[in-house]
C-alpha cells in the first residue's frame, strides 16, 4: 500500500538560508512522486514531480527534489528561501495506471515553510 | 486558458441545508477528485470518479454525493447529514504523463462556512 509521511510539520527559516522539506515514501510500485504548493486560501501548485526519469529532478522558483529509492525518500531543498517561499508543502505519491485504470493520489500532511526575514 | 475553475470561492450554509460546490475543467483530463482540507489534518479524499457516469468513494464521503455526467463537470454536495462541514474544499482532475503515471490540477478550492 502508498503511503506519504512529511516527518516535519512546520519548518522555519531565515530569508537566504536554505531549505529542506523532508518526505518519505512507501510503494509496492516503481511511483511517481510529486511536491505542490499552497498559498493561504488557494489551491495546490505542481512544484515538480518525478516520473522515473533523471532524479534529480529541478522544479519552479528554484526548488528541486532527489529521488533515492534505496532511502525511499523524496526531499525538497532550496538554496536560498525567499520570503515568498513562505506556504504549506505537499508530497504527494501516485502508482503506476495498470489496468486502463486511473491511480488514486496520496498527500503527505502538509510542511509549513515560515522564513523570517 | 485551460483550467480547472470552482465556483463560487466562498459559500455560506445554514445547518440544515444541502449545498451544491461546482467543479468544471477544460483540460479533457478523465479523472476528477474531491478532497476536503482542515488545519492540521492535510487533504482528504471524499470521491473520485475516473470515467463519466462512475465514481468512487474516497477515505471520508458520508454526507456527501456526487455526479458525473459528463466529463468536464464534477460538482459535489454537501447534505444536511454531514456533521461538521465548514472546511475548504479542493477539487482536481489528473492525467497520465508519457510514462502513464497521473498528475493533478488543482482548483482554487471553496471555502465553506456554515451559519
Known amino acids: 500500500a502508498q503511503s506519504v509521511t512529511q516527518l516535519d510539520s512546520h519548518v522555519s527559516v531565515s530569508e537566504g538560508t536554505p531549505v529542506l522539506l523532508r518526505c518519505n515514501y512507501s510503494?509496492?510500485?516503481?511511483?511517481?512522486l510529486f511536491w505542490y504548493v499552497q498559498h493561504p486560501n488557494k489551491g495546490l501548485q505542481l512544484l515538480l514531480k518525478?516520473?522515473?526519469?533523471?532524479?534529480l529532478v529541478k522544479g519552479i522558483n528554484g526548488f528541486e527534489a532527489e529521488f533515492k529509492k534505496s532511502e525511499t525518500s523524496f526531499h525538497l531543498t532550496k538554496p536560498s528561501a525567499h520570503m515568498s517561499d513562505a506556504a504549506e508543502y505537499f508530497c504527494?505519491?501516485?502508482?503506476?495506471?495498470?489496468?486502463?485504470?486511473?491511480?488514486?493520489?496520496?498527500f503527505g500532511k502538509g510542511t509549513k515553510l515560515s522564513v523570517k526575514p | 486558458d485551460g483550467g480547472i475553475t470552482q465556483s463560487p470561492k466562498y459559500l455560506f450554509r445554514k445547518e440544515g441545508q444541502n449545498v451544491t460546490l461546482s467543479c468544471e475543467q477544460n483540460?479533457?483530463?478523465?479523472?476528477m477528485y474531491w478532497y476536503r482540507q482542515d488545519p492540521g489534518q492535510g487533504l482528504r479524499l471524499i470521491y473520485y470518479?475516473?470515467?463519466?457516469?462512475?465514481?468512487q468513494k474516497g477515505d471520508i464521503a458520508e454526507g456527501y454525493s456526487v455526479s458525473r455526467e459528463k466529463k468536464e463537470s464534477f460538482p459535489l454536495t454537501v447534505t444536511s447529514a454531514q456533521k461538521n462541514p465548514t472546511a475548504f474544499y479542493l477539487c482536481?482532475?489528473?492525467?497520465?504523463?508519457?510514462?502513464?503515471?497521473?498528475?493533478?490540477?488543482f482548483g482554487q478550492g471553496t471555502r465553506l462556512t456554515v451559519v
Open positions: 470518479s475516473q470515467i463519466v457516469n462512475d465514481f
Open positions: 504527494v505519491v501516485s502508482e503506476p495506471n495498470y489496468g486502463g485504470s486511473q491511480g488514486n493520489l496520496i
Open positions: 482536481a482532475s489528473s492525467t497520465r504523463t508519457g510514462t502513464g503515471r497521473t498528475e493533478a490540477f
Open positions: 510503494s509496492s510500485y516503481s511511483p511517481s
Open positions: 483540460l479533457n483530463h478523465d479523472a
Open positions: 518525478y516520473t522515473s526519469a533523471a532524479t
